[in-house]
């Protein structure tokens, strides 16, 4: 996704990743260039961009080819901006200020319309473990698994950042959110419940590794 404005960049990438996407999060033009020409499943674009703004950004990646799904993000009200944006082939819209509530669910109208056409389904593994995160199934040796959302976006989000210490209170502001009321027992529970998924062995695991003290990382 890609905002100039630093606050929206954290809201957006929270709330994302709360609903379980991986979000590389740019400020500028070029900087959204590169990360769309280096594959994404979807693109979050603001046309107030800086040095290249985001209407020359989506021209130049329809001009390349890139067939990527948009949806615009911006301040702007005029109504040239948005009807230019849909013609340059951005597929959605949403203005200044918004429901991240709103631009998660548009998301997902969005992908659920192009798919399987035009999304490229992103798949994480570790080990004998895949995570589609397109079709937000686990595999386990080729077998579908049973996954709750949470347990879910818990496994997301460590697999999508192998080797990365999470403590338990990040683990719970990024999954269950800053609202919730609960305690540090919950991610202890969900992870037992991850494990007994996921691990060959869960009494002595190799896929999530115990920081002990601080919370949990994935060891691929």
Known sequence: ???D???????LVY???RDGH????????????????SGADALILDL??????????????????HDVPVLILTARGDEVDRVLGLELGGDDYLSKPFSA???????????????????????LRVGDVEIDEAA????????????KPREYALLALLAANPNVAFSRETLLERVWGFEFEGDARTVDVHVRRVRAKVEENPERPRLIATVRGYGYKLTP
Request: cysteine-free.
């Open 1 to 3: 996704m890609a905002d």
């Open 5 to 11: 404005e630093r606050e929206i960049r954290e809201l």
């Open 15 to 17: 709330a994302l990743e």
């Open 22 to 37: 991986v979000v590389h999060a740019v400020a500028d033009g070029p900087s959204t260039l590169r990360a769309a020409r």
């Open 48 to 65: 107030g961009l800086p040095v290249v703004d985001g209407l020359e950004v989506l021209r130049t990646l329809r001009r390349e080819g």
């Open 101 to 123: 509530r709103e631009l998660v669910a548009r998301l997902h109208a969005i992908l659920r319309r192009l798919a399987p056409a035009q999304v490229r389904s992103r798949t």
């Open 136 to 147: 937000r199934e686990v595999r386990r040796a080729g077998r579908a698994l049973a996954f």
